[in-house]
């Protein structure tokens, strides 16, 4: 068994503790200017009518902000170190994928679900309280000022901005023909309306407390729920497939970057999408109730890490035959 003087010893074991505490002291101060973004620019952006909180309301979100934003920070960082992309075309392509995939999605889905604009996008429900519009465009402001400072600044921190000599050409598609396109881009929409529909019924639309919020009932089965949606909201179908497309673009360039490694791109893709944009239900609100956020936390990072995952084995490489997609990771 080794003793502290051992540790102490042994070199390996220094510039390993080393490393570690380098690599999360530069995640974390990437969390923190995110958290200083957050606070900045909101202060200037937010509605005025919406931050009027009491004191212990101030410190009570404070933790919460500070874990999202060291948990962006930690999901910034693992692609970056992982990407074969180097200096302005990582910045550019990473902070496009992550700005899409936090803000530009998770308001879209705010738009339909938590405003007038429900019953025109085809929600075919209202929530108990509304968000006001001008809030949503606040946050459209604040998540380009975290990704315009976040990305970069992860980019610089772990030595990615320099070419380090090797190619790292960017090749979106991987050399798949518009065939192969549209043949892939089918199956990624009926993926994601499998996995939006079928966790959002059995996952969130069951619990009460949802039902309650949305006004909402439970007919009594998955079937019974997609024909009321095929029948009374059918918009809703085509803005879903509309959304996984988004969502396949905006990985786009994280697959590509991440193609010469594929658990990993298909980890870090799964991230990308699940965490950044799901991991603000933490934070109280006066918009949604926190058990409607647990619920809507569990439902919506666990399909869409299976769909991130999902869509970078369709789209990191073209493919020959169903047995070359899953025949292994070459």
């Known amino acids: 068994m080794e003793t502290v003087q051992d540790v102490k010893r042994d070199p390996n074991v220094l510039q390993g503790a080393v490393r570690a505490l380098g690599f999360a002291g530069r995640v974390l101060l990437i969390g923190a200017a995110i958290f200083l973004v957050i606070m900045v620019v909101g202060g200037f952006t937010t509605p005025g009518e919406t931050v009027d909180a009491t004191p212990d309301e101030g410190a009570a979100l404070l933790l919460p902000m500070l874990l999202v934003s060291a948990v962006d920070g930690l999901v910034l960082t693992i692609i970056v ?8 075309p990582l910045m550019v392509g990473l902070a496009a994928s992550y700005y899409g995939a936090q803000t530009v999605m998770g ?9 007038p604009l429900g019953e025109t996008l085809g929600a075919g429900s209202m929530p108990v309280i509304e968000m006001p519009v001008a809030l ?6 604040i998540g380009a000022a975290k990704a315009v400072v976040g990305v970069p600044l992860a980019v610089v921190l772990f030595g990615r901005a320099r070419h380090d000599g090797r190619e790292a050409r960017v090749s979106l598609g991987q050399g798949m023909g518009p065939g192969q396109w549209a043949l892939k881009l089918g199956v990624i929409i009926v993926l994601y309306e499998l996995l939006y529909f079928g ?19 439970d007919p009594g089965s998955f079937l019974r729920q997609m024909r009321y949606v095929a029948t009374e909201t059918p918009s809703l179908l085509g803005l879903q497939a509309v959304r996984a497309l988004l969502w396949a673009a905006f990985a786009l360039p994280v697959v590509d970057m991440l193609e010469e490694k594929p658990w ?11 965490i950044p944009a799901n991991i603000q239900h933490i934070i109280p609100n006066p918009y949604m109730p926190a058990d409607v956020r647990l ?6 990072a666990s399909s869409t890490f299976i769909f991130g995952a999902a869509v970078f084995w369709l789209l990191r490489r073209a493919h020959r035959s169903i047995a070359d997609l899953f025949g292994g990771a070459g």
């Open 81 to 88: 170190t992982q990407a074969r992309w180097r200096g302005l």
């Open 136 to 141: 949503i465009v606040s946050s459209f402001i």
């Open 295 to 300: 619920v809507h936390f569990v439902e919506t």
């Open 264 to 274: 990993i791109g298909a980890l870090a893709t799964g991230l990308l999408l699940a």
């Open 107 to 115: 308001q879209i889905e705010a738009l339909a679900f938590l405003t």
């Open 199 to 217: 966790f959002g019924y059995y996952v969130a639309w069951r619990h009460p407390a949802v039902q309650a919020f949305y006004q909402g009932v």
